[in-house]
Every structure is written in C-alpha cells, then in structure tokens.
C-alpha cells in the first residue's frame, strides 16, 4: 500500500473507531415507533391524540416552538435536532413528564433556569450548539443518565454537577475546559466521559475516582503525564489519549485489565509499558506518530499476539 494511502487508511480507522459510539448516541435517542405512535407535528398530534408520548420534529427548520405544544402534556420524548433555535419557549418546559429532549444541531445561546422543570428527564442532548454555560439548575435533575454538550463554548462547570448522582454518560468534547470542579468526581455511576478537544493540561489523580468508567476520551489536549493513579480504573474498555504531549506513560496502565481499545496517536512517545502482556482483552493498539524504534515496535507486538496494532 503506497505511503499516503496507507496514512489515509489509518486516519479513516480511527476516525471511525471514535464517532462510533457517538453514532451509536445519536441513534439510541430517536424514537420508538414500535413502543408507540410518532408524531411529526405538534398539530398532527394535538388533532390525533392529546396523549400523544412522541414527537419528531427533526430537520423542520423552525426557528420556534409553538407554544401549543402545552397541550401534549404526556410527552416524554421530543427530538428538536437539526433546526434553526436560537431560545426555548415556556411551553417546553411545562411538560413534566418529558424524559428525552434532544435540541442537538441548533443555535441555542444558554440553557433556560426553567429546565429545573423538567424533572423526569433521563437524556438530554444539547451538542452542537452556541452555549457557554451551565445553569445551576442543571443540578435539580436527579434522574439525568446522559448528558451530551459537545461541540459548544462551554468554559466551566458548575459546582453542583455532583447532584446528577445518576450520570452515566457525560460528553463534553469540543468545548473550551480547562478544569473540573472537585464535586465532578463524585459522580460515581460515570460511565463514559468524554473531554476530547479541550484546554486540558493535566490528568489529575482525583479523576480515577470514577471508579465505574468504561470509556475516557481526553483526546486533543495538552496533557503531559498520566498519574500512576490511572491503574485503579478496573472497568475502563476504551482509552484515547491521541494528539497528547505525552512522553511516558505509568507502568501501572498495564494493571486496565478489561482494556479493549487503546489509542496513543501522535504523541511524543518512544515507549511503552514493560508488561504490556498484562493487556489480556486490548484488541486495537493504535500508537501512530510516535518515535517508536524497530526493536521496540518487535517488543510490542511479541507481548501483544492477540491485539491488532497500528504503528
């Protein structure tokens, strides 16, 4: 395979290794027309049936809501994406029984205090927004499981994250953090926490209280060491750690005994862990970009038979 077609092969793999599981986010949110009617108006609904618990309105290019979507009152799922919001109108935020709201893909500035209304939400997706902050309020949802706000200005988070005690999913990636409040890592239940394209430039011990962490996502920042502390994240399947300034890496990585997916791209790395045999489960290696010697790319492949790697 020529040069450049082989680095483009290798760009496309990781790239889709990545946005898989963002894929897989988007399509667990849409609705379930199975379970029962969809409805693709407000009007339609409201004519069909009052109960109405579904509604689609993606890709409509509204710029507003009508508020006669307070006649739904049992909905409990909307999905908005894709349209021209730049605010919310009350009419939303009257619908108690709502459990997945989906605004990705809009022009939304902030997030109303009224979301504190919603108290039933289970997913909410407000990626791919204009937002800059988060209000207080968004403590007030207790029952919240998957929190997605990529791809927007946010530059803080609010100290009172840690009442959305049953947090399982949290996207933050593409936004400008630098930080996380302390609170942030009593989130016991986190399960996959993306930080992808931030301003980070330190992976801090405290973070490995996350205990239940799957998948941890720090790509494209400014990080330099990785603690030893990292050990401890039992459960953690998927590791990216791509386009990093990381020169070595704790040994106690090899101790992430249900790693699955590792990725290490473009990092100033010459080598690796000692016993990487420990790695039982890693199926994908991907070190690209490094500065890797041949006996050291011979060492990693003899202690990694069973995992496909890409130097």
């Given amino acids: 395979m020529a040069q450049p077609l082989k680095k483009e092969f290798f760009k496309t ?21 199975l379970q029962e ?12 049936d009052k109960k109405a618990t579904q509604l689609n309105l993606r890709d409509h ?6 508020d006669s979507i307070k ?14 919001l730049e605010v919310l109108n009350d009419g939303i935020f009257t619908l108690k029984k709502l459990e997945v709201l989906n605004l990705m ?25 204009e937002i800059a902050e988060l209000p207080l309020e968004i403590g ?19 100290e009172n994250i840690n009442a959305c005690k049953n947090l399982e999913v949290l996207e933050l990636d593409n936004n400008q953090l630098s930080y996380m409040p302390t609170t942030f890592f009593e989130l016991k239940n986190l399960k996959t926490l993306n930080l992808g394209f931030n301003q980070f430039n330190e992976f801090n011990e405290t973070w490995t209280q996350l205990k239940k962490l799957e998948e941890l996502n720090l790509e494209h920042n400014q990080l330099q060491l990785i603690p030893n502390e990292i050990g401890s994240l039992q459960n953690l399947k998927s590791l990216i750690l791509n386009d990093n300034k990381l020169k070595t890496l704790p040994e106690s990585i090899t101790q992430l005994k249900n ?19 420990k790695l039982e489960k890693l199926k ?18 003899n202690l990694l038979p069973n995992c496909s790697i890409y130097f």
């Fill in 13 to 33: 793999l990781i790239l889709l290794i990545i946005t898989f599981g963002f894929y897989n986010s988007v399509l667990a949110q849409n609705a379930n027309p």
């Fill in 61 to 66: 290019h509204v710029f507003y809501v009508s």
């Fill in 140 to 158: 007030t949802l207790k029952k919240l499981r998957f929190l997605h706000l990529s791809f927007n200005y946010i530059t803080l988070i609010p």
């Fill in 105 to 129: 893909l809009n022009a939304l500035k902030y997030i109303p205090k009224k979301i504190k209304n919603l108290k039933k939400l289970i997913r909410l997706n407000l990626s791919n927004n």
């Fill in 284 to 301: 994908t290696l991907i070190v690209i970009g490094n500065q890797f010697t041949t006996s050291e790319k011979s060492r990693i492949k």
């Fill in 71 to 84: 006649g739904l009152k049992n909905l409990r799922f909307i999905n908005l994406m894709g349209n021209n």
């Fill in 37 to 48: 009617a969809v409805y693709g108006s407000i009007h339609d609904a409201l004519t069909k």
């Fill in 259 to 277: 790693l699955e997916l590792f990725i290490l791209t473009n990092n100033n790395l010459n080598k690796l862990p000692q016993q990487l045999e």
